[in-house]
């Protein structure tokens, strides 16, 4: 079914056309009534007729405009994207980047694929073709400029300069350690099973608290709640998980004390790898078999 | 805070790695951060981030006008040894956000907010802080940032318009023989501007965010490098797409356009300070084919021209404004905008038909029209009378 007859007839088509303004970067309504539907189709596929065109109504249909316009090379949209955004992008570069060159260095990359320069048989490969309205066009190019400094960083990390091999002592390899033994496996499948049971947000707060270090108030912003509520969460996740672990356990066999003990001191809590350790500290031989017969002054034995 | 045993920080950090995690798209990742997603979308997204460290760090620092330190990956790993997970982490070093002595502060700043508006009737902000905020309101007005005097000073825009008139460039001095066309400057010259916070009429926080200056070389045949103010910008683009590109296009290996386009993204932006709130001025600007005004600093506009036929350029003097349009349209206002009367253009029995991208104003009733066709039309009556000139006889 066509966007058309979907969203009620080619009059509500005009209104989302009339709204983008989009005819003042030469595109015709036919043009943006196929975005649209492009959009559409990849978000909305099944729906009643009534929520699809209420999704359409709710996108960001001057933004998109714009962002397809510069996606196909028109100028005057160009201009209008440059005034309007390029402040904010160094901003954002800025922002994400915390220092002066990583900023200037990210903002040209991204207006380097905004632009499409990265050209394919000729034809302009612009980013700002999947922008697709559900969010700003700010928003979007700032997520776009976050996955840019991500890819960045970890390229970074991976990149490890001969200098600093020598200095961390890579060349005096050490024997590989046997990997840590873990404990109970019971444990882990009890551990698992608890956190299955968990909501995706649940999980995400989790994550973010205790692998990422993220604080209360930067969680609270992401999902949009206040930073009391993620305390609330956290503190009754933290007391549900040990009880659903310990229940867990406990199915498994184990007695309350054995579970409770199991959770407190967990193997993993103790790094002690003695083998390691000492095939590490005595990895040469201090006297070697072969005797080096002493000299005398003259190098002569 | 209760911590939560060791073994779950593991079997959170290993679902992670043995999932093969394929990425939410950068739309998704995007609608998340500002809670545009529809609900079973936000569940898969935070499914996928529950998993993947890298993509919550995308969404972290995707979030509106975060103040987000970057966390390094294995930063994690640091945290869990040295942090006191018991005690709920702030980012100003462990104090409580919501303690007396900051909701005390909190509530002066409310006050002051209130009072402000109070003052100013009719205020509208049109800057979106919280994402909470972006998703609830309806597709913000895109506006431009206006000239204020510092930008005018910085920039060299120059007026002969008195003191208390209401102006485009307001407030600085102007030597009697120059023109009125706002003058871009190398950036690398001037200080580096400094951080700034405005409180909004919704209480929200606006920040402006003022990049450091980069040491790039610009080209005195780039006009355009500099040009960030949307007021300026659209005019001085408008000519700078069609002037001096030859080099740039042949390094790029782009259409003119592009090139140029690209030259002036990648220089140095420079952020405007919004003006003061006693200030009453007129700002313009042309956004999507349309002459908008604004009779209070920036806080409002309003379109004033606006028709099939697309609007380019303007040049403003005190309460005398042009406006120039495509098919050679011009219009001229004395009255900042109010009325227009449409001006034609003709001289040595032609009449101009191409479209006008820059107006330039000079003293004391020169005007100078530049079309997309390389003609100058000028006139030294206010438009009574005008003069054509082809590129070919320019040189």
């Known amino acids: 079914m066509s966007l058309r007859a979907q969203s009620g007839g080619a009059g509500a088509v005009a209104d989302l056309y009339a709204r983008s303004g989009a005819a003042a970067y030469g595109m015709s309504a036919e043009q943006f009534a196929l975005i649209l539907e492009e959009i559409q189709k990849k978000y909305v596929p099944t729906g009643a007729p009534h929520q699809q065109a209420e999704f359409c109504a709710a996108l960001r249909l001057e933004e998109l405009a714009l962002a397809r316009a510069c996606a196909a090379g028109n100028d005057r949209a160009w201009e209008d994207f440059i005034s309007r955004y390029r402040s904010k992008l160094h901003g954002m570069a800025m922002q994400i980047a915390r220092e002066a060159s990583q900023a200037a260095e990210l903002a040209d990359s991204i207006f380097a694929d905004l632009f499409g320069l990265s050209a394919r048989s000729g034809v302009r490969n612009s980013k700002l073709l999947f922008y697709t309205g559900r969010g700003s066009l700010e928003g979007w190019l700032r997520t776009v400029m976050s996955q840019e400094f991500v890819n960045r960083y970890r390229k970074q990390k991976r990149t490890v300069s001969l200098e600093e091999q020598t200095e961390e002592g890579a060349q005096f390899v050490a024997s590989v350690p046997e990997p840590v033994r873990s404990g109970d496996p019971r444990l882990e499948e ?3 099973e608890a956190l299955g049971q968990l909501s995706a947000e649940d999980r995400f707060t989790l994550a973010s608290y205790y692998l990422d270090g993220r604080t209360l108030a930067e969680i609270a912003r992401a999902l949009g709640l206040h930073e009391s509520s993620v305390s609330r969460r956290l503190d009754r996740l933290s007391s549900g ?18 579970a409770a003990e199991a959770l407190e001191t967990d193997v993993r809590d103790i790094v002690l790898d003695l083998r390691s350790r000492l095939t590490q500290d005595s990895g040469s031989t201090t006297f070697p078999s072969r005797q080096t017969p002493a000299r005398d002054g003259r190098g002569k034995p | 805070m209760t911590d939560v045993p060791k073994i779950v920080h593991s079997r959170l950090r290993a679902a992670g790695q043995a999932a093969g995690l394929a990425h939410p798209e950068t739309e998704l990742l995007a609608a998340f951060a500002e809670q545009a997603l529809l609900p079973d979308e936000r569940e898969s997204v935070l499914a996928h981030l529950a998993l993947c460290a890298d993509c919550r760090e995308v969404a972290a620092l995707s979030l509106p006008e975060a103040n987000v330190a970057p966390m390094p990956v294995d930063a994690e790993a640091e945290a869990v040894g040295t942090k006191d997970l018991r005690e709920p982490v702030s ?3 462990g104090r409580v956000w919501f303690g007396w002595g900051n909701l005390r502060w909190a509530a002066l700043a409310a006050g002051i907010a209130v009072a402000v508006l109070a003052m100013r009737p009719g205020v509208r902000h049109v800057e979106q802080a919280s994402p909470i905020a972006v998703a609830k309101q309806p597709s913000p007005q895109v506006e431009s940032i206006p000239v204020t005097p510092q930008v005018a000073e910085e920039f060299h825009v120059q007026s002969d318009a008195p003191a208390g008139a209401s102006a485009t460039k307001p407030d600085v001095e102007k030597p009697a023989t120059s023109s009125h066309r706002a003058k871009t400057e190398t950036p690398a010259a001037k200080p580096m501007p400094t951080r700034k916070q405005a409180m909004t009429t919704d209480n929200q926080v606006a920040q402006l965010a003022k990049p450091e200056r980069h040491a790039y070389a610009v080209s005195s045949a780039d006009r355009a490098s500099v ?18 590109d030859a080099a740039i296009s042949s390094d790029l290996g782009l259409p003119v356009s592009t090139g ?25 600007t042309i956004s999507a084919g349309a002459l908008k005004r604004s009779l209070d600093g920036g806080q409002n506009w309003q379109t004033v021209l606006k028709g099939k036929r697309t609007w380019r350029c303007y040049a403003a003097r005190g309460q005398e404004v042009w406006a120039g349009g495509a098919k050679g349209t011009l219009q ?8 227009w009367s449409r001006i034609a253009v003709s001289g040595d029995g032609e009449s101009l038909g191409s479209d006008v991208i820059q107006i330039e104003l000079q003293a004391p009733s020169g005007i100078v029209l530049e079309t997309d066709n390389h003609q100058t039309w000028s006139s030294i009556d206010s438009g009574q009378s005008w003069q054509k000139k082809d590129l070919a006889e320019k040189k």
Do not use: C, Y
């Open chain 2, 91 to 93: 980012q100003s070093g």
């Open chain 2, 227 to 244: 040009a960030s103010t949307s007021v300026e910008g659209t005019t001085e683009a408008s000519a700078a797409v069609q002037s001096d």
């Open chain 1, 190 to 192: 009890a551990t698992d």
């Open chain 2, 260 to 284: 140029n386009l690209m030259a002036r993204a990648q220089a140095p932006a420079v952020e405007k300070a919004k003006p003061a709130f006693e200030e009453s001025t007129t700002f313009w």
């Open chain 2, 332 to 339: 001229h206002s004395t009255d900042s905008g109010t009325t």
């Open chain 1, 241 to 258: 998980l040990r009880k659903s672990i310990l229940a867990g356990l406990r199915e498994r066999g184990m007695s309350h004390a054995q």
